[in-house]
């Protein structure tokens, strides 16, 4: 199995950014797909992820009305938009899967990907 995110950068507050995941060696509707965050000296946070049990979205508190998720199934790829970015939102930005459908903390991931750096600026 394999992620691979790309779409980080550089954008200063009130602007947006939109990450992709590409999937390789899996089907991901048959799994929790989302995203972790993870900032200098904090632990990873989960974002955002869509579950494969009842399609349910989860999203951070915060980040609710500013983040989505979604999915293109026939690219297997999985996407976050982000819109109206904080200096707060600043972070690694990780590609997960949980394979039992469990989100929240980082001991429930079976796989990672590399990350990706968004750094929004005042």
């Known amino acids: 199995v394999q992620l691979v995110e790309s779409g980080g950068g550089v954008v200063q507050a009130g602007g947006s950014l939109r990450l992709s995941c590409a999937a390789s060696g899996i089907i991901i509707p048959n799994y929790r797909l989302g995203w972790f965050r993870q900032s200098p000296g904090q632990a990873r946070e989960g974002v955002s992820s869509?579950?494969?049990?009842?399609?349910?979205?989860y999203y951070a508190d915060s980040v609710k009305g500013r983040f989505t998720i979604s999915r293109d199934n026939p690219k297997n790829t999985v996407y976050l938009q982000m819109n109206n970015l904080k200096p707060e939102d600043t972070a690694v930005y990780y590609c997960a899967v949980s394979y039992g459908d469990s989100w929240g903390d980082a001991e429930y991931i079976d796989t990672w990907g590399q990350g990706t750096q968004v750094t929004v600026s005042e």
């Open positions: 869509w579950s494969s049990y009842d399609g349910s979205k």
